[in-house]
């Protein structure tokens, strides 16, 4: 505390005082008061002057007499009332209608006390006086304060010769904040030019000066008419789909874009020039934002014991941060790479400290580990995101993808169901329908392994489960009068936009190599969501959960890789196979065209949120499967990779090698 003490002492030693002043009124406001008092003085002499045809020696000595006489004690009012309205204690230079109303108040209510105070207590004036006194005087007060702003402003403008052109694309309330915003700045080497409006009835007007030149279909004419080389993007009301199709006309500019984040931005008035974010890949989707039921999830999650496998992952390290959020008794993070479950540690207890957080390592393969883990902390809700997942290397290495993925899924699920935990949730791939790599295949065996058990539980035939282990067996079996409750589900989707190692931050890097992009096939597609999207929605599936359900999320539209490669390099403010060359590489082993969500024989339910589905399960032989995964097991262990993919196309049937 002491030492905040201190800090806020320097802080306030540092600060900047005013350079002039007396006690505590400033010179700037001491020069207002004395000219307030000259000006509501000299404003009724003048309209008295103009009364008589500004002819000082015809103008009655009693009028005379009588404006006198009352000037001292009106202007000592003048100073009060003015004192009252704040016009004192304004920063002129962001002087706007708050302070013109101010004005007006203050000089209609000193027009009643002039009026009214000159007439009883000294003489009655003509009706001239009184009305064009009361205007001059309102003229004197303004403009003397609004002067000091135009007078900065210009010379702000004069300043910015050499400034940054820009547009700004949505004339309403937050395009007027950022330009207002911007314009009082002393130390930003920006200057609007022009506005972009799709409203019709705005278009040849102005604001602040600046004018709008049109809509959307005017940007590329514009950009070049005004030489503009920045974009700002005021739109926080726009739908997904309005704002990717500004978007997509603004990359095509090479100017550099940005935006501001949203509406809750204009709620929370925080609309200004430092709101304004890089353009980001996503806003080029052109899909709405996903919206989950928070309370659902919050429900589910609160009070509970809460494992995540892979927990340092992408994936995972999202589902720790949004379960963390919402108040679980207990947090496990489980990941074998040290530094990324030390990352993802240090974070959550710089963000949560009462949040009772265990972070440990250990591989899902290691059958004693899990046993540990599920035996000490027993986890009610598991979220197991821990799997290898980039198709070129399980390609190379298709044991290791087994061995991690199917057989660290199938130990990892046979300890939650014998520790009693409530639900066991599999985060699995769109690559697992009719998959045409060994990783998919793989993925797709997980979703078996978690329906198996599933219908073994339903059929109250657990124990019939045995446990899988290679050089040291899963410590104990669950015994026949035990009656295990475990909920088993998958929840598949696409690819995420940012992931580790994923195509997004790989062509970031090429392009800040200066190229050249590398893109496997000018016609490849994939489904992209954000990262915190389809976290959101695993969370919310797990709470729709009964058992054996595939939960597949809805990806919106797929998106070309071609397309998202140029993308990236026009939001870089560069021109694709100009600046930034891009090379198609052909395709990998075991990689596709084009991703599916489901596989033709699976039906489809919906579920209280649409983007959330339900894929009716395939049936297949569990007591076979289970038996072909134990050869599996040998196989891959034994590191016999033919055999190994011989053996997985007979048991996964939609599995083309």
């Not at 013109?100 to 105070?117: E, M």
């Not at 937050?174 to 022009?194: K, T, Y």
């Not at 067996?473 to 992931?499: C, H, I, M, W, Y």
């Not at 590489?585 to 699976?602: A, I, N, Q, Y």
Request: include cysteine; proline fraction near 4%; glycine fraction near 8%.
């Amino acid at each position: 505390m002491n030492k905040l003490k201190n800090t806020n002492k320097n802080i306030t030693s540092t600060k900047k005082q005013p350079r002039y002043s007396i006690g505590r009124v400033q010179i700037i406001d001491l020069f207002m008061m004395l000219y307030d008092v000259a000006a509501v003085s000299l404003a009724f002499f003048i309209a008295l002057w103009f009364r008589f045809d500004c002819k000082f020696s015809e103008i009655p000595r009693s009028y005379l007499m009588g404006w006198l006489k009352f000037v001292p004690s009106y202007a000592v009012i003048s100073l009060a009332v003015f004192h009252i309205f704040h016009l004192y204690r304004s920063i002129w230079k962001f002087a706007s209608f708050v302070e013109l109303k101010r004005i007006f108040w203050a000089t209609a209510i000193l027009g009643v006390v002039h009026t009214v105070g000159i007439t009883v207590l000294f003489e009655r004036m003509p009706i001239s006086y009184y009305i064009i006194g009361i205007a001059i005087q309102l003229f004197m007060i303004t403009a003397v304060r609004f002067a000091y702003r135009f007078v900065l402003l210009d010379r702000s403008k004069s300043k910015r010769v050499t400034a940054d052109r820009v547009m700004l694309i949505g004339g309403g309330c937050a395009g007027q904040m950022v330009l207002r915003d911007l314009q009082r700045s002393s130390n930003m080497n920006e200057m609007i030019c022009c506005i972009i409006d799709d409203d019709a009835k705005k278009h040849g007007r102005d604001i602040e000066g600046v004018p709008i030149v049109g809509g959307r279909e005017d940007i590329l004419l514009n950009v070049e008419k005004y030489n503009i080389n920045k974009i700002f993007l005021t739109m926080p009301a726009a739908t997904a789909e309005q704002r990717r199709d500004i978007l997509d006309i603004c990359k095509e500019t090479g100017c550099e874009l940005k935006s501001l984040p949203g509406i809750a931005d204009l709620v929370a008035d925080k609309v200004n020039i430092g709101n304004m974010r890089e353009v980001a890949l996503e806003d080029l989707l052109g899909r709405e934002t996903v919206k989950v039921d928070m309370d659902e999830i919050y429900g589910f999650i609160k009070d509970k014991v809460i494992l995540v496998t892979g927990g340092g992952g992408s994936i995972g390290s999202e589902l720790c941060r949004q379960i963390a959020e919402r108040e679980p008794k207990q947090l496990i993070v489980f990941d074998i790479y040290e530094n990324n479950a030390h990352a993802i540690g240090i974070e959550l207890r710089d963000k949560y400290p009462e949040l009772d957080l265990e972070v440990l390592i250990g591989s899902v393969r290691d059958s004693k580990r899990i046993e540990q883990v599920f035996a000490r902390y027993k986890p009610e809700v598991v979220y197991h995101a821990a799997a290898h997942k980039h198709v070129p290397l399980m390609e190379d290495s298709p044991c290791e993808s087994i061995k991690n993925n199917a057989i660290g899924t199938y130990k990892t699920a046979y300890a939650a169901m014998k520790h009693g935990t409530k639900r066991f949730v599999l985060i699995s791939t769109d690559k697992a329908v009719n998959p045409t790599n060994i990783m998919g295949a793989s993925k797709r065996l997980c979703e078996m392994i978690i329906q198996s058990f599933d219908r073994k539980i339903r059929e109250g035939k657990a124990h019939e489960i045995a446990p899988l282990g290679c050089h040291t067996a899963q410590a104990g079996a669950v015994q026949s009068d035990v009656a295990p409750k475990t909920e088993f589900v998958a929840v598949r989707f696409g690819n995420v936009l940012g992931s580790n190692g994923s195509v997004v931050p790989r062509f970031k890097e090429q392009i800040a190599k200066g190229g050249p992009v590398t893109v496997t096939h000018p016609d490849i597609i994939r489904y992209f969501m954000t990262i915190p999207e389809a976290v959101s929605l695993v969370l919310q599936a797990g709470t729709y959960a009964n058992g054996g359900e595939i939960f597949v999320l809805d990806m919106g539209e797929p998106v070309k890789i071609d397309t998202l490669a140029r993308n990236l390099i026009r939001l870089s403010g560069l021109k694709p196979d100009v600046d930034i060359k891009i090379e198609y590489t052909g395709l990998r082993p075991g990689e596709k065209l084009f991703e599916e969500k489901l596989m033709s024989e699976e039906g489809m339910r919906t579920t209280p949120n649409h983007l959330i589905h339900i894929g009716s399960p395939i049936p297949f032989d569990t007591d076979k499967f289970l038996c072909d995964l134990r050869e599996l097991m040998r196989i891959a262990y034994d590191g016999e990779d033919k055999a190994l993919k011989d053996l997985v196309a007979q048991v996964v049937q939609t599995y083309h090698q």
